[in-house]
C-alpha cells in the first residue's frame, strides 16, 4: 500500500506506518485512547509502542419516547475514526500478507513430501530390476 495512504498516521507522528505490529483501543472517561505498538527490531529489548488520547465529541440526540426531548451522548471524534480505519487497513494488509505466506510454505512442505516419496518409489523401483 501506498505511504499516501496513511495521512492521518503521518500527522500523528508515526513516520513509518510498516512498522506497526498491532493496536488497542478503549474508552476512558471523555477520551478515547489508542495504543499502536510496533515491531521489536534486532537489538532492541522491548517492543515500541505509542499511545494516543483524542477527546470525545458531545452531541444532543433527539429522544422520541422519553420525557426529556434531548439527551447528551458523546462520539468518537472523526480523527480518530480516520486513525482507526488506517490503521485496520494496515493490519488487514499483514494478515493477508501472513495468510499468503504461511499457504505458500505449506504448499511447499507438502511438494517437499511428493518429491521425496517419488524419488523413494523410483530408487525401489531401481532396486527391484
Known amino acids: 500500500m501506498a505511504i499516501e495512504q496513511f495521512e492521518t498516521l503521518k500527522e500523528m507522528g508515526i513516520d513509518d506506518v510498516h512498522d506497526i505490529e498491532k493496536y488497542t483501543s478503549r474508552i476512558e472517561g471523555d477520551m478515547d485512547i489508542l495504543k499502536i505498538y510496533f515491531r521489536r ?18 452531541k444532543n440526540v433527539l429522544v422520541n419516547d422519553g420525557l426529556v426531548p434531548y ?55 531401481i532396486d527391484e530390476m
Open 41 to 58: 527490531h534486532q537489538g532492541e529489548w522491548f517492543a515500541k509502542s505509542k499511545k494516543f488520547k483524542f477527546k470525545r465529541v458531545y
Open 71 to 125: 439527551r447528551s451522548t458523546t462520539e468518537p471524534s472523526p480523527f480518530f475514526l480516520r486513525a482507526v480505519a488506517e490503521l485496520d487497513a494496515l493490519v488487514q494488509e499483514e494478515v493477508s500478507t501472513q495468510n499468503k505466506k504461511e499457504q505458500l510454505l505449506d504448499e511447499l512442505e507438502h511438494l517437499e513430501k511428493v518429491v521425496a516419496r517419488k524419488i523413494e518409489d523410483i530408487r525401489r523401483q
